[in-house]
């Protein structure tokens, strides 16, 4: 993710976003994004559609991108081990 913006008096967060496969550059609502959390860096990714092409975009997730997608809103998905 290229950047993201602060949510400022109870306004609803948005975030910088771009598509690999059509280079495109956009602004999605935290409603767009989805951001699942696993037990490990692999499994930890969040994901969007491109408002362009249509793809489906899976991009890795680390602690701050969590923590900003997190305080913004976003729909979280967390997995849990069958062990």
């Not at 690999?20 to 990714?45: E, I, Y």
């Not at 489906?56 to 923590?67: D, L, T």
């Amino acid at each position: 993710m290229s950047g993201f913006s602060r949510t400022v008096a109870g306004a609803p967060a948005v975030f910088r976003a771009g598509c690999p496969d059509c280079r495109s550059r956009f602004v999605l609502a935290a409603a767009a994004l989805r951001l699942v959390m696993g037990a490990s860096d692999r499994t930890t990714f969040y994901s969007f559609s491109c408002p362009d092409c249509g793809s489906s975009v899976r991009k890795p997730a680390g602690e701050r991108i969590v923590e900003l997608l997190t305080h913004g809103g976003v729909r979280t998905l967390r997995l849990h081990s069958t062990v």
